[in-house]
């Protein structure tokens, strides 16, 4: 039936021309619709072709070509096709009124897009930076021991790591406030198991462990830590020379003893020290 025809497109039909009306093919080549928006268009009463051939075909006239254009320009302002019928079919409609709602919806968006763009800006630089802060604030933060070239190292060095990728993405979202809360939770760590040290507490008591799963909650600030990474990472902190000059600043041997503490409370979770791997 000719419908099925009007679906594949029958441009060709010799009595459709420009005069008696256009085919279905013929309107979507020439406005830029689909075949299917204008069946669909057709199917709910909104743009329906006025004519048929003599063998059943559709065809738009003049008239409906121009209801076609103001569904079109209706539609790219974001109009629904239900308020598109209001505004075309309704004589009482509010028309600037709705365009103004329509208008006031698009700049949400935009401003919703701009922040989107936005946060993507942060996430770029936070991947490939590490820390969004300048020098002056770092040193403010971090002290005047903070090497401002230590997240571009970290970068260069751990930049393809599903950790490097966990830090950035809360770097992203983190400015100076929070960032000193994190460095003063740090500096409440270092202190912590200076005194710990200095009033012999050994490794494997309870005061010990709870020390180790502190560092584990401080730590996590940065990106998720196990507690076999948390063993690689007490290997680094004694052997690395700018950890274990950090550490052992804070107290002599402090690198070392931390080591030992995380080894004992990793045994007493079934991990053997020697073996554990960064995972």
Request: with cysteine; glycine share 8%.
């Amino acid at each position: 039936m000719p419908d099925a025809a009007d679906a594949t497109d029958a441009t060709d039909v010799g009595d459709a021309t420009d005069a008696a009306g256009l085919t279905v093919g013929q309107v979507s080549a020439r406005l830029g619709v689909t075949v299917r928006a204008l069946h669909h268009w057709d199917e709910i009463g909104l743009v329906r072709p006025s004519l048929r051939t003599a063998a059943g075909y559709r065809l738009y006239t003049a008239g409906d070509l121009e209801r076609l254009h103001r569904v079109i320009v209706y539609r790219e302002t974001g109009l629904g096709l239900d308020r598109i019928r209001t505004v075309l079919d309704d004589s009482t409609a509010d028309v600037p009124g709705a365009l103004r709602a329509q208008r006031a919806q698009v700049a949400e968006r935009i401003d919703r897009l701009r922040q989107i763009s936005a946060g993507l800006d942060r996430m770029i630089d936070a991947h490939e930076r590490g820390l969004l802060l300048t020098v002056e604030q770092q040193a403010a933060i971090f002290g005047p021991q903070w090497n401002p070239d230590g997240p571009a190292q970290a970068r260069r060095r751990y930049g393809d790591t599903t950790q490097w990728r966990q830090y950035a993405e809360r770097s992203a979202s983190r400015g100076p406030e929070e960032w000193q809360s994190i460095a003063d939770a740090n500096a409440g760590l270092d202190r912590a198991l200076a005194d710990a040290m200095d009033s012999g507490v050994t490794p494997g008591s309870p005061e010990a462990n709870q020390l180790v799963e502190r560092h584990r909650e401080v730590f996590a600030a940065y990106f998720p830590l196990t507690r076999q990474m948390q063993v690689c990472l007490g290997r680094m902190y004694e052997a690395d020379p700018a950890f274990a000059a950090h550490y052992d600043g804070i107290r002599a041997g402090l690198a070392t003893w931390f080591r030992h503490i995380v080894d004992a409370a990793a045994r007493a979770h079934g991990i053997d020290p020697d073996t554990a791997t960064w995972r």
